[in-house]
């Protein structure tokens, strides 16, 4: 039977893998090792400060069983978004990391680097060419955005993958990819259908997280066939089922059939699930739809200023029932003292317990809870006025006068000393468009080279 096999080995590079499932996967005699190594879903701070997410110890380590097994099976490994936003220095960060496990494993091969940082110039010749459309913020790209923001980088799809395998590459290390563009181009250079690989694609860039129970650290492993894919978890004691998998397919959209990507839309709408056994899921009818211009989603974050925090707990029912009131105390008094909607200082207090997740939207609030975790959250334009908002905030709000008070301290409770910490440079989303390009390769360079050892 003609087929492409792939495997994930987690759902997160870094994050951790069973091993031994992943040496069960290798057994399928795989076509390809896949990786997804980076996303937005750390926050903007990592792509405003261009830094990787974990420790580069954790990710190393994934590196080195992944890297040699590759290389033992005679297979293409291939890593995307590498590593947290896929810009320039990050990706750099990755091949030196890779250089050197490479060394100490005595591996040769042919590498391909795919770049995804985009450069300002470009990016602004492109924005008086034509609108750069957003997805989230409002309104067009605009030439002071793209100066305001750190490095800006696109998110490419399969074809700069398909590219570097087509000419040879053992092993790619990208820049910012989407997600399931990774697993899906070895299967679509190979003539199989792209509505199957890449929903293919989108079961196995999360791993485990779409077999039962799930673990992002359980391999999976994934087979595209000419009418069809299967996935199976590594672990024998994991399960696919159809409810599992098609709940995976809606993961991380706001449409239940559509699933948009670079250059194009994967139709769900007739996609079908079957249990081909007790742990393997069928999927038919994934079908792909190019858009009429190939266009790719730029991402980037600018700094807004320092933050500092302080966290504390409140049992205290009366307190509890009031803050409210005296949040608007507070926040009247670093008013006067701060001056902050004139001096670009942002306070908000978190009450978690109560509202601090869904906030105005909670439907609950009504219902008093026993305790709230608070956290009192200052930005402002230097640290040190940042921390200095949020210390005075937490003074006033420990000694606060409100209705049925019974002492005027003991009411907060510290868990760390000390209270305010500085948690450095701010940052918010501040670009998140889509950029027109000529094809689907346009601002993605590939450079190759030979690792030799």
Do not use: W
């Not at 997804?36 to 830094?51: C, E, N, Q, R, V």
């Amino acid at each position: 039977m003609k087929q492409v096999t792939g495997v994930a080995p987690s759902g997160s590079m870094g994050s951790g893998y069973n091993l031994a499932s992943f040496k069960r996967a290798m057994q399928a005699e795989p076509d390809f090792i896949g990786q997804d190594a980076g996303s937005t879903d750390m926050g903007p701070y990592y792509h405003g400060a261009d830094k990787p997410f974990l420790p580069l110890s954790a990710y190393r380590r994934d590196l080195s069983v992944m890297l040699g097994a590759a290389r033992a099976a005679r297979i293409p490994l291939l890593i995307g978004s590498a590593i947290t936003n896929g810009s320039n220095a990050t990706l750099a960060l990755m091949i030196q990391m890779l250089r050197e496990v490479a060394a100490e494993q005595k591996l040769s091969f042919k590498l391909a680097v795919i770049g995804a940082e985009i450069d300002k110039t470009y990016l602004k010749a492109k924005i008086a060419a034509g609108p750069v459309e957003p997805l989230g913020p409002e309104g067009l790209l605009t030439a002071e955005a793209v100066d305001a923001a750190g490095p800006i980088v696109a998110q490419m799809g399969m074809e700069p993958f398909m590219r570097a395998l087509s000419e040879g590459a053992d092993v790619i290390i990208a820049g910012r990819a989407c997600d399931d563009a990774v697993f899906a181009a070895l299967p679509v250079l190979r003539g199989f259908d792209p509505g199957l690989s890449l929903h293919c694609g989108k079961i196995l860039e999360c791993a485990g997280l779409s077999a039962v129970p799930y673990d992002l650290g359980e391999p999976m492993i994934g087979r595209v066939r000419e009418d069809h894919f299967e996935v199976e978890p590594a672990n024998p004691d994991s399960r696919c089922t159809t409810v599992s998998v098609a709940g995976h397919s809606l993961y991380e959209r706001s449409d239940p059939f559509l699933q948009a990507g670079p250059g194009g839309i994967n139709d769900l709408t007739h996609a079908a699930f079957e249990q081909a056994d007790s742990r393997i899921v069928r999927v038919r009818g994934s079908a792909y739809v190019k858009d009429e211009r190939y266009r790719v989603k730029l991402e980037a974050a600018e700094r807004v200023g320092y933050r500092s925090i302080v966290v504390v707990g409140i049992r205290d029912a009366v307190m509890i029932r009031e803050l409210d009131h005296v949040f608007e105390h507070v926040r009247e008094r670093a008013e006067e003292r701060f001056g902050l909607s004139g001096n670009g200082i942002n306070l908000l207090f978190r009450t978690y317990g109560r509202d601090g997740v869904m906030g105005s939207l909670e439907p609950e609030r009504d219902l008093p809870p026993k305790e709230v975790g608070l956290v009192i959250d200052a930005v402002a334009p230097d640290q040190d006025t940042a921390t200095a908002v949020a210390m005075f905030s937490r003074g006033v709000l420990q000694h606060a006068h409100y209705p049925g008070i019974l002492t005027t301290a003991g009411n907060m409770a510290y868990p760390f000393s000390p209270f305010g910490v500085p948690v450095g440079p701010a940052y918010r989303f501040s670009i998140y468009h889509l950029m027109p390009v000529a094809h689907a390769c346009e601002c993605f360079p590939i450079h190759y080279e030979t690792i030799r050892n």
